[in-house]
């Protein structure tokens, strides 16, 4: 039988085994080294170039312009919730000093699902700690409230978006790519270019191509479409960017300044997470950048949206025009549940659990994920069907 395994996970998530080959080849004498890049100082000059090639093929396939930095942070996407909101707040009070005014600094956060919604908690708890102007965190839309579940983009005309010519509005937030609720925006909302607009795009990072023009700040966590966990990318224009002294007091680590007059070496950053990012983007660059893959992922995604729109035992419970190209959300009865996970089991397909919080099931199909992997899914949906008519 084989040992090969169909990881359908969310994430730490499928890499593909070309990049495991190379890291292999590579882990007991990088480049001639006679080290593993585990043990590589990152003062070094093998390190540096790392970084500085990993920086340059990001810049490469997202097309970021010169005014942006990019930033290799640690402590997961959930860190950023505190560091886009302290960071972006300072920003606005820098620009708001030269007037002495102290009314309210507002933070729009439009919430489609679990990561968005936790990310305008967390700016809620820390909103009470900023002082000056106060904070006022608005939920623009709450689509769960709006529609009775994370299952649609609600129409914009219909969001509570703040007015910046009324208000100072510090940022505009969203989540390009739910993960657990599978709800992924498929256009750039329309934000008053005035207004800083940042997404989390953990889920969907490099899975198609962006307009990084259109935002002020695009995070994401590595473990789903970029490799390990351990790092996370951070793409700020520049003008974000203040000095430690202005704005709100914020640990060092959460600060973009520190990190980027320091070239994310203020502290040793996770090396051998960032060697891998590095490999992920090779391979991405070697099979034709963002626009194939994006036309992968589409077919990938379309398969298997038509497979369980076809069926009469499964349904994917999103709405076709929010529907996620990564992660696909899919319901059956749930007395066949346990069957129907541990078939998959025993065909070497993990994973497919629903996250813990709304069950049911889900198939991550990022990047690293090809189409006949999806193919043996489909195959197996279908039979699991015929044999429970
Ligand atoms: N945002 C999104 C969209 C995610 O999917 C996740 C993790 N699943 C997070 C944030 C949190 O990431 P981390 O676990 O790296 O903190």
Redesign the pocket.
């Known amino acids: 039988m084989s040992t090969h395994t169909y990881n359908f996970g ?2 730490p998530a499928k890499i593909p085994q070309s990049v495991l080959k190379r890291a292999q080849e590579e882990l007991l004498n990088y480049d001639n080294t006679g080290m593993s890049v585990m043990e590589l100082s990152h003062r070094s000059k093998p390190f540096g170039e790392i970084l500085n090639r990993t920086k340059s093929n990001l810049t490469k396939l997202m097309n970021i312009p010169d005014n942006y930095e990019i930033l290799f942070m640690q ?5 950023q919730f505190a560091a886009v909101f302290y960071n972006l707040i300072a920003a606005k009070q820098k620009e708001l000093s030269k007037t002495k005014d102290n009314s309210p600094i507002v933070v729009d956060y439009i919430v489609t699902g679990a ?1 968005s919604s936790k990310a305008a908690d967390e700016a809620q708890r820390l909103a009470e700690s900023v002082k000056g102007n106060p904070i006022v965190v608005n939920r623009v839309v709450d689509t769960k409230k709006a529609a009775g579940a994370y299952d649609r983009i609600t129409p914009e005309s219909t969001w509570s978006l703040t007015d910046p010519a009324k208000n100072h509005v510090a940022y505009v937030y969203y ?1 390009d ?4 609720h599978g709800v992924e925006f498929q256009s750039v909302p329309k934000v008053n270019p005035s207004v800083p607009l940042v997404t ?1 795009v ?2 969907n990072f490099l899975s198609r191509p962006i307009d990084v023009n259109k935002y002020g700040l695009i995070y994401g ?1 590595a ?2 479409n970029l490799g390990p ?1 351990g790092v ?1 990318l951070v793409i700020v224009r520049k003008d974000l960017i203040v000095d430690l002294s202005v704005g709100p007091l914020r640990p060092l680590m959460l600060d973009f300044d520190t990190l980027a007059k320091n070239e994310s070496m203020y502290n040793t950053p996770p090396t051998f997470a960032i060697y891998m990012v590095g490999l992920m983007l090779e391979w991405l660059l070697e099979h034709g950048g963002l626009t194939e893959i994006a036309k992968k992922n589409e077919k990938k995604a379309n398969k298997l949206y038509d497979a369980l729109d076809s069926s009469k035992l499964f349904s994917a419970p999103v709405q076709k025009e929010a529907r996620s190209k990564m992660n696909v959300v899919f319901k059956l009865p749930k007395e066949l549940e346990a069957e129907f996970f541990k078939g998959a089991e025993e065909r070497r397909m993990v994973q497919l659990k629903g996250h813990r919080s709304v069950g049911g099931a889900r198939a991550s199909i990022y990047n690293a994920m090809p189409e006949e992997e999806v193919d043996v899914l489909v195959a197996y949906l279908e039979q699991f069907e015929k044999e429970h008519p």
């Open positions: 969310a994430g402590g997961g996407a959930t860190t990561w989540c790519n739910e993960t657990v989390d953990s889920s966590g473990q789903k966990a996370s």
